[in-house]
């Protein structure tokens, strides 16, 4: 003995998976749109004025990064965002400052990172390149 389906099973079946993928969707997006366009998140980078003190460092990053990608000084700095890291080692005071270079949303490509010697004691020696990760595409 068949059963009767509903003429409406269907049709409702796939609006309610659209609307599911939809909603999963936008739980777990990363970025919020905004009348201006994409707003950065809580976290999600670090602020101008907690970077501004690592200047130097993200100068020379993006100058490294445009030699090799063969683009301006200018354009990284359109379609990239630094963040400055500091890795500590077991000398107190010491370490390396690394600069990432990441990609802004709706940008393709790689975000290289510039690791420089980072000792409080010593500031003129923060400009010293000792670790570099730049084979990303």
């Given at each position: ?11 409702l ?9 939809a ?7 990363h ?9 950065q998140?809580?976290?999600?980078a ?5 970077i501004?003190h690592?200047?130097p ?12 990608s063969?683009?301006?000084e200018?354009?990284i700095?359109?379609?990239?965002r630094p963040?400055a ?6 000398n ?11 990609l ?7 975000s290289?990172v ?10 003129d020696?923060r400009m010293?390149l000792i670790a570099?990760?730049?084979d990303?595409e």
């Amino acid at each position: 003995m068949k059963t009767k389906r509903h003429p409406f099973q269907w049709p409702l079946m796939a609006v309610v998976a659209v609307a599911a993928l939809a909603a999963g969707y936008a739980i777990g997006s990363h970025e919020r749109y905004v009348a201006g366009g994409l707003q950065q998140t809580q976290g999600d980078a670090d602020s101008d004025s907690e970077i501004a003190h690592f200047e130097p460092q993200i100068q020379d990053a993006i100058h490294r990064w445009s030699v090799k990608s063969h683009l301006t000084e200018e354009s990284i700095r359109q379609i990239h965002r630094p963040r400055a890291m500091f890795i500590p080692t077991r000398n107190q005071g010491q370490g390396m400052l690394c600069i990432e270079l990441r990609l802004k949303p709706g940008n393709v490509g790689g975000s290289p990172v510039y690791c420089y010697q980072d000792d409080f004691f010593k500031p003129d020696e923060r400009m010293s390149l000792i670790a570099e990760y730049s084979d990303v595409e």
